[in-house]
T-cell receptor, first 117, second 118 residues
């Protein structure tokens, strides 16, 4: 019973390159979230997706960041033209239910650590 | 103002002793949820315990319990009988009321590091 799978675990990019982070939710989970953790900080919400739909992107930077969760395949967080400030751990989480109330618990992946040189 | 405050930068505890990790929160919404997550050195986020704002009883999960003091807006995590494997970062998080599209939009504190000594 695999949990939330994220890859790559570590990614190094030079400034200006693109970073693609992938997330496969737990089996049976159709709700996917991306969070970002800067060094010495807690996690910050970025985006919430269901299959083929972005539901809440209120935490996404306005430029260079995009996310998708296609009908088939993993969810992708894409960062174009990376800058040093993008260096962080990016966590994906999934849940079986729509959240917003009650003890709907997110299951997190192990994170993808992006380093921008 | 910070929504979630964890003021303890780090704590040390002896194995088998109990330890309390502090968390205060700030919200004007009457409906909210409070979560604690553990992040060991390997990096993953592990859910520990949940408390709803309308729950009458303090939440408990095995060796974890939540000391929920609503009037003081605090949700301290108590770990009984500490084990070496409890050494990790601990994060308190809150979900406020109804969210856009049913989103699990959690607000996390900065965390605190617990070290359990043998």
């Amino acid at each position: 019973n695999a949990g939330v799978m994220q890859n790559p675990r570590h990614l190094v990019r030079r400034r200006g390159q693109e970073a693609r982070l992938r997330c496969s939710p737990m089996k049976g989970h159709s709700h996917v979230y991306w969070y970002r953790q800067l060094p010495e900080e807690g996690l910050k919400f970025m985006v919430y997706l269901q299959k083929e739909n972005i539901i809440d992107e209120s935490g996404m930077p306005k430029e260079r960041f995009s996310a998708e969760f296609p009908k088939e395949g993993p969810s992708i967080l894409r960062i174009q033209q990376v800058v040093r400030g993008d260096s962080a751990a990016y966590f994906c989480a999934s849940s079986p239910l729509q959240g917003g109330s009650g003890a709907n618990v997110l299951t997190f992946g192990a994170g993808s650590r992006l380093t921008v040189l | 103002a910070q929504k979630i405050t964890q003021t303890q930068p780090g704590m040390f505890v002896q194995e088998k002793e109990a330890v309390t990790l502090d968390c205060t929160y700030d919200t004007s919404d009457p409906s909210y949820g409070l979560f604690w997550y553990k992040q060991p050195s390997s990096g993953e986020m592990i859910f520990l315990i949940y408390q709803g704002s309308y729950d009458q009883q303090n939440a408990t999960e095995g060796r974890y319990s939540l000391n929920f003091q609503k009037a003081r807006k605090s949700a301290n995590l108590v770990i009984s009988a500490s084990q070496l494997g409890d050494s990790a970062m601990y994060f308190c998080a809150m979900r406020e009321g109804k969210t856009q599209g049913g989103s699990e939009k959690l607000v996390f504190g900065k965390g605190m590091k617990l070290t359990v000594n043998p």
